[in-house]
C-alpha cells in the first residue's frame, strides 16, 4: 500500500482544469452559491480539486484522469482521442469515491475547514464521502454551511408531508418525482409568501385587478435651507429608457411644485428636467438643489441634515409588473397607496423574543466605508431601510416563525422544521440585498431607444462586500416583480435542486457549527486533512458587511436554531476574534490590524498542526496582489511549523461575481515541519530558490499567465525551497528572512521576463526608469499597494522616498505619474521623469522648449547627448502605453515627429546653458 503520506498535491494538481471549469457554470459554483448570501465563494473546480488532491495518494496517472474529468465535469481525454474508453461524470465520482473509501479502511476520512465560510470546500469533501466538519466565527456562515453541505445529503425521507393546501397546484404532494427537500422547501417558500401579501396588504394597497404594485420609487427628503420648504433628493428622473425595437417610449418622472409641496408625474418619453442631485459642470461631487428656490447643498450639508435627524422618506411613484414579460410600467400614486404608506409609520407589531421587532442594533463606529449610511446619520441597521419596508421584512420574518411552528404541530421533527425555516431565512436574507435604500432603481437600456429596456433593482452589495445607500430608491411589494419574496424563490429552489443532483450516494452531511479557528472543538491528531481557504488580509469586512443580513435572520430563527441565533448569540457577529485587516479604517481603536492578523493566523494554523494526523496535510488556498498579506500568511504558517510542499496557481476568481479583484489564487500544500531539518547556507538556497522559480515561469508564460499573477504565484516554490531547512544562515551568521525569499522569487520572475526598450535591455537604463517601465508593464496605470509597491522598488534597490517624482501616494497606494511634468534634469533625473519633462515643454514651449530641456539634460550629464537612444527608447515606449488621448501621448508622438528639428535646435540650446553655467561660476567666483 501507497504511503498516506505523500499525497496527490505533493506532485499534481489540474491546473488546466481548474482553469477552464471555472468559466462554466458547473465549475463556478454558481448554483451553490445562489442559496445564501456569503462573500468570497472558492469556485467548485478548485475546491474539488484541493479536496481530492489534499485526500488521495500519489498513486498513478489514471487517478489523475479521473481527477481531471469530476473537475472539467467530462472526459478532455476520452474526447481528444488520447483515450480510447469514455468515463462518464458519475462514474469517475463513484470510482474517486471507492478511492477514497479504500484509502482509509478504519473510517472516513476526517477534513476539516476552520474557516468555512459559505461551505464550499466541506461541501465538496462531503460529496466524496469523507467526513466534513466545519468552523466558522459568523454565524450567518455557519448557517449558509448547513444549508449547502448538511441540510441536502441527510435522509428526510421518514418526514411526514407538509400540509397540503402548502404545495403549489401545479405539482400536488403525489406527482412530484423531485427529492422530498426540495418539494417541501418549495412548499414552505410559497407559504411564506401567502402569508405575508396577508400581513402587509394594510401597507401594500391593492390594484383593481388584485395584483400588488411591484413596487415604488422613493427619495429621501430634506429641508432647504435657503427657503426652508422639503425637496427630494433625486439623482434620475428616468423610469424606463425608450425602446425602438417594441415602439416603447419610455417613461419618466417629472417633480412639479405646488406653493410649499410638490409631487411626481409620470411622463412618456425622456426626461425634460435635471435631477435635484446632480454634480456641476466640471466636477465629480454632487450637491442637492432645492425644487423650489434653486439654493445647493453640498454632500456635507447633506450629511449634516442627516445626522440632525432631518431625512425624512416619501414615495414618489408606483411601478405594476405588465404582465408581458418583464415589462414596467409607472404611475402616480393614488390616494389610498399615501395613506397606506403614512399608516406603517406608526404600525406597532409585536417583539421577537427579547428581541425588538426592527432591528434597533447600533451600527458600530468606523464602519462609514463598509456601511455607508451610516456615514450620512443612519445609527441603527432597521434604519437602513424606510419604516415601511422595515415593517415588511418584519412581517416576512414572523410568517416563516409561524410556519415553522405548524410544521412541527404537523409532525416534522425538529431538525427538519430548521433545515426548513432556514432556507427560508436564507432567502430573506438575500431579499435584503434588494430592499434597502442602496437598491437603486436599475434601468437598463439608453435614451437613444437603440438596446433592451429592462427595469430591475440594484443589489446593495454590488460594490463587493460594501452596503451601498442612496437617496432616491426602489422599494419592493409583496408581489411580484424583482426584489419581490416572490421572485428570489424560484432562484432559492432551482440552487437547491442543482445542489441536490449529485450523482453520488456515497455523498454524506457535513458537520458545522460556530467557532474560533484559534480554539478548534476537536481531539488532538483527530484530522485527516485541513482544507481552508482563509481571509484574505483586508479584502473583506465579512462581518461588519453581513450584519445588516444578521440581524434579520436572528430575528427569523432566534427559536429555530437556538445554537447559532438564540438567546445567547450577540447583537451583532462577533468581531473580537475575527482574522481580518479592518479595511477603509476602522474605529479608532480597532484591533483589527496586519500585527493582529498575523498573530491569530499562526495561532490557527498551530491548531490546525495540533489536530492533524501525523501524515495529515493541510491545503491553504490564498490569493492577493500585495505582497504584505503574502509574507504574513506565509509567516503564519513557519511559525506554526509547517512547510510548503507545492503550490499551484490557477484562474478561479474569472467566475466570481465582483467580490475579489485578483484573477488567480494559489492552492498550497503544506505538512508538519520535521522534527530535524538542516540549516542552509544562504548562497546555496538563493540558487535553488532561483532555479525553482525559473522552472515554474517558464510553464506560466506557456500557460498565458498575466506578470502580476506570475509574482504572486512565485511566493509559493520560494516557500517550497525556505520551508527544507530550520534556518538560512547569512554569511555574517545572521538568519535570512522570509521577506527575503518573496523578493528573490519575484526578482526572478522579472528577471525572466526579457524587457527591451527599442532593442535596448532594460537593465542598461536607471533604476527609476526601470522601476516606471516595470511598473507599466505589471499595473498600468490604477492604484497599487503599498506593499506592492515597496516590493516593486526593492526589486531595484530604490526605497520609495526616493521616486516621489515618479509616484503619487493616495489613501488606495500609489499610481505611477505619467502626466506632463514641470521639472529641470540634473545628473539623477531618471529618464522616464525627463520624457514627461519633454512633453510639458512641447504642450507650453514647442520644440524650442524641448530643445532647451534636451541642454539642460546633456550639460548636466544626465542624457549623453539629444540623440541618446535610451532617452528616445523611453519616449517611444511611453507614447506607445498610454492611449492616444492621453496629453503626454499626444505631445510624445509630436516631438518623434519633429525629432531632427529637435536634435538641431539642441545643440544651439546646449551652447547657451554650457555658457550661463560658466558665466554663473564666473559671478560666484567674484562675489568670494
Keep these: 500500500m501507497h504511503d498516506r503520506g505523500v499525497r496527490k498535491i505533493d506532485r499534481w494538481f489540474p491546473i488546466d482544469a481548474v482553469d477552464e471549469a471555472v468559466g ?147 405539482k400536488g404532494m403525489f406527482d412530484d418525482d423531485r427529492p422530498k427537500l426540495v418539494r417541501d422547501v418549495e412548499a414552505f417558500l410559497l407559504e411564506v409568501g401567502r402569508r405575508l401579501e396577508v400581513k402587509a396588504e394594510q401597507y401594500y394597497p391593492r390594484n383593481a385587478d388584485g395584483r400588488f404594485p411591484w413596487g415604488y420609487v422613493c427619495a429621501v427628503t430634506i429641508a432647504c435651507d435657503g427657503c426652508q420648504r422639503r425637496f427630494p433628493i433625486v439623482g434620475s428622473l428616468v423610469l424606463r429608457h425608450p425602446y425602438t425595437k417594441t415602439g416603447d417610449r419610455g417613461q419618466w418622472m417629472r ?31 454632487k450637491t442637492a438643489r432645492c425644487l423650489f428656490c434653486g439654493h445647493v447643498h453640498s454632500r456635507d450639508t447633506i450629511k449634516r441634515k442627516g445626522f440632525a435627524g432631518d431625512y425624512d422618506d416619501i414615495p414618489l411613484v408606483a411601478s405594476d409588473a405588465q404582465p408581458r414579460q418583464g415589462a414596467k410600467d409607472f404611475r402616480f400614486l393614488r390616494d389610498d397607496e399615501i395613506r397606506a404608506f ?34 450620512y446619520g443612519y445609527p441603527t441597521y432597521g434604519s437602513l431601510m424606510n419604516r415601511r419596508q422595515a415593517v415588511q421584512f418584519a412581517l416576512n420574518a414572523e410568517a416563516i416563525r409561524d410556519l415553522a411552528a405548524d410544521a412541527r404541530g404537523a409532525g416534522a421533527s425538529s431538525d427538519y422544521v430548521t433545515a426548513l425555516a432556514g432556507f427560508a431565512a436564507a432567502t430573506l436574507g438575500r431579499r435584503v440585498r434588494r430592499a434597502t435604500r442602496g437598491a437603486r432603481l436599475l434601468t437598463h437600456g439608453k435614451s437613444d431607444g437603440s438596446k433592451q429596456n429592462r427595469v430591475q433593482t440594484s443589489d446593495v452589495y454590488a460594490d463587493e462586500s460594501k452596503v451601498s445607500d442612496g437617496f432616491d430608491y426602489i422599494e419592493a411589494g409583496p408581489g411580484e416583480g424583482p426584489g419581490t419574496w416572490d421572485s428570489i424563490v424560484d432562484t432559492s429552489v432551482n440552487a437547491l435542486t442543482r445542489v441536490l443532483e449529485w450523482p453520488s450516494s456515497e455523498a454524506r452531511n457535513g458537520r458545522f457549527r460556530q467557532g474560533s479557528a484559534t480554539a478548534l472543538p476537536l481531539r488532538d491528531n483527530s484530522v485527516d486533512a485541513c482544507i481552508t481557504d482563509p481571509p484574505y488580509l483586508n479584502m473583506i469586512d465579512y462581518s461588519d458587511a453581513s450584519d445588516l443580513l444578521y440581524v434579520w435572520v436572528r430575528r427569523t430563527l432566534h427559536d429555530v436554531m437556538p445554537d447559532v441565533f438564540g438567546p445567547e448569540a450577540p447583537s451583532l457577529q462577533p468581531k473580537d476574534e475575527e482574522i481580518i485587516v479592518k479595511r477603509g479604517g476602522g474605529a479608532v481603536n480597532d484591533h483589527r490590524t496586519g500585527d493582529w492578523y498575523h498573530q491569530q493566523l499562526a495561532a490557527a494554523f498551530t491548531e490546525m498542526r495540533r489536530v492533524l494526523k501525523d501524515d495529515g496535510h493541510l491545503t491553504v488556498v490564498f490569493g492577493h496582489h500585495d505582497p504584505d498579506a503574502w509574507v504574513r500568511l506565509l509567516g503564519a504558517l513557519h511559525e506554526a511549523r509547517f512547510v510548503v510542499t507545492s503550490s499551484w496557481p490557477a484562474r478561479t476568481e474569472s467566475a466570481n461575481t465582483g467580490v475579489a479583484s485578483i484573477k488567480v489564487t494559489v492552492t498550497i500544500g503544506c505538512r508538519v515541519a520535521p522534527e530535524r531539518r538542516p540549516d542552509g547556507m544562504m548562497s546555496q538556497v538563493d540558487l535553488e530558490v ?86 507599466l508593464q505589471v499595473h498600468g496605470l490604477g492604484a497599487v499597494a503599498k506593499g506592492e509597491a515597496r516590493f516593486m522598488a526593492q526589486g531595484d534597490a530604490i526605497r520609495l522616498e526616493e521616486v516621489r517624482d515618479l509616484l503619487k501616494e493616495s489613501s488606495k497606494g500609489f499610481t505611477l505619474l505619467v502626466e506632463p511634468a514641470d521639472a529641470d534634469p540634473d545628473e539623477h533625473t531618471p529618464l522616464f521623469l525627463l520624457a514627461r519633462a519633454i512633453s510639458h515643454r512641447w504642450i507650453t514651449q514647442g520644440a524650442d522648449g524641448v530643445a532647451d530641456v534636451l541642454a539642460q539634460a546633456v550639460v548636466s550629464g544626465c542624457i549623453t547627448g539629444p540623440s541618446d537612444a535610451h532617452l528616445w527608447a523611453v519616449i517611444s515606449e511611453l507614447e506607445r502605453v498610454l492611449s492616444q488621448s492621453h496629453p503626454t501621448a499626444k505631445a510624445l508622438a509630436a516631438v518623434q515627429r519633429s525629432r531632427n528639428q529637435i536634435v538641431n535646435l539642441t545643440g544651439q540650446a546646449a551652447d547657451r546653458v554650457s555658457s550661463g553655467r560658466k558665466q554663473q561660476v564666473l559671478e560666484v567666483g567674484d562675489a568670494r
Design 24 to 170: 462554466n457554470p458547473a465549475g463556478s459554483g454558481r448554483s451553490e452559491k445562489a442559496l445564501t448570501t456569503w462573500f468570497a465563494a472558492r469556485p467548485i473546480a478548485q475546491a474539488r480539486a484541493a479536496t481530492l488532491t489534499a485526500l488521495l495518494p500519489d498513486v498513478n496517472g489514471q487517478t489523475q484522469r479521473l481527477i481531471d474529468i469530476v473537475v472539467r465535469g467530462y472526459d478532455k481525454a476520452a474526447k481528444d482521442g488520447a483515450a480510447t474508453d469514455l468515463i462518464e461524470f458519475k462514474d469517475a465520482v463513484s470510482r474517486l469515491a471507492s478511492l477514497i473509501e479504500g484509502r482509509y479502511p478504519e473510517g472516513p476520512p476526517v477534513v476539516l475547514d476552520p474557516f468555512s465560510g459559505r461551505g464550499i470546500l466541506p461541501l465538496e469533501a462531503a460529496r466524496f464521502g469523507a467526513r466534513a466538519i466545519g468552523v466558522d466565527l459568523a454565524p450567518l456562515a455557519v448557517l449558509a454551511s448547513r444549508l449547502l453541505a448538511d441540510y441536502p445529503y441527510r435522509d428526510w425521507s421518514g418526514e411526514p408531508d407538509l400540509p397540503a393546501g402548502w404545495y403549489p397546484d401545479s
Design 255 to 285: 417633480l412639479v411644485t405646488s406653493g410649499d409641496t410638490f409631487r411626481a408625474e409620470v411622463e412618456d418619453g425622456t426626461p425634460e428636467q435635471q435631477p435635484t442631485f446632480t454634480a456641476p459642470p466640471g466636477s465629480s461631487k
Design 342 to 375: 403614512l399608516a406603517a409609520q406608526h404600525a406597532s407589531l409585536e417583539p421577537v423574543g427579547a428581541l425588538s421587532v426592527v432591528p434597533d442594533e447600533p451600527i458600530p463606529a468606523g464602519n462609514n466605508d463598509t456601511v455607508r449610511a451610516s456615514g
Design 690 to 775: 532561483r532555479r525553482e522559480v525559473a522552472a515554474r515561469v517558464k510553464r506560466w508564460r506557456q500557460d498565458g499567465l498575466a506578470m502580476p499573477d506570475q509574482l504572486m504565484a512565485a511566493y509559493g516554490p520560494a516557500m517550497e525551497v525556505f520551508g527544507q531547512y530550520a534556518s538560512v544562515l547569512q554569511p555574517d551568521g545572521e538568519h535570512a528572512s522570509l521577506e527575503r525569499y518573496l523578493l528573490l522569487a519575484r526578482t526572478v520572475v522579472k528577471d525572466a521576463t526579457t524587457l527591451v526598450l527599442d532593442s535596448l535591455p532594460l537593465e542598461t537604463f536607471d533604476a527609476g526608469t526601470r522601476l516606471a517601465v516595470y511598473w
